[in-house]
């Protein structure tokens, strides 16, 4: 019934830019402006990790490794959330995953995109 697409990974050369998209996909009966959205990443060998966040409100959070690189965005009329990248490095090198996620009293809904990978090498 909903499933998160991403999109826009790919392989770059260090200090080009992404964009990286993630499209909410089906009807649900709250809709993709009431979940927050998080983007993480998780390269081999190592723990996955949160690098950025956008609530249904708008607020947005960074991780420390990304903060003056990236940028969240979200546009509620196209059901879609995204990741700007810019500044790539090496180390950026993961599988980036999207996260739908609303976590209230009454109800509890988290939904994972398949993931996108981001390779940055020379």
């Known amino acids: 019934q909903v499933q998160l697409v991403e999109s826009g990974g790919g392989i770059v050369r260090p200090g080009e830019s992404l964009r990286l998209s993630c499209v909410f996909n089906g009807s649900h009966g709250n809709g993709f402006s009431d979940f927050d959205v998080h983007w993480y990443r998780q390269a081999p060998g190592k723990q996955r990790e949160l690098v950025a966040t956008i609530t249904r409100l708008g607020n947005t959070d960074f991780g420390d490794f990304v903060k003056d690189r990236f940028a969240i965005s979200r546009d509620n009329a196209m059901n879609t959330a995204y990741l700007q990248m810019n500044s790539l490095k090496p180390e950026d090198t993961a599988v980036y995953y999207c996260?739908?996620?609303?976590?209230?009293?009454?109800?509890?809904?988290?939904?994972w995109g398949q993931g996108t990978q981001v390779t940055v090498s020379s």
């Open positions: 996260r739908a996620r609303m976590n209230r009293v009454d109800i509890l809904l988290d939904y």
